[in-house]
């Protein structure tokens, strides 16, 4: 009976540690996501922030995080 009871629990044991396995590569598989729609980073040549390159504003080479930053220039 004793025996039983032992299979029993390490049958539950790996089990468990086989679920927990697919469920380490399965959320792996989702937060690797899709490499073609990573952007580029850029910094702000005002204040040294990093941000989407699509979302900086451009001007004369340099690239700033918003108008105020584009106007007040390189600090």
């Not at 995080?65 to 007040?72: A, K, T």
């Amino acid at each position: 009976m004793s025996k039983l009871i032992l299979l029993l629990v390490l049958g539950l044991l790996a089990y468990l540690v086989f679920k927990g396995f697919r469920r380490t590569a399965s959320r792996r598989e989702h937060s690797e996501g899709d490499p073609r729609t990573s952007e580029r980073m850029v910094v702000c040549a005002h204040c040294g922030v990093h941000l989407p390159e699509s979302e900086a504003l451009e001007d004369g080479g340099r690239r700033f995080c918003s108008e105020e930053h584009r106007r007040l220039g390189v600090s």
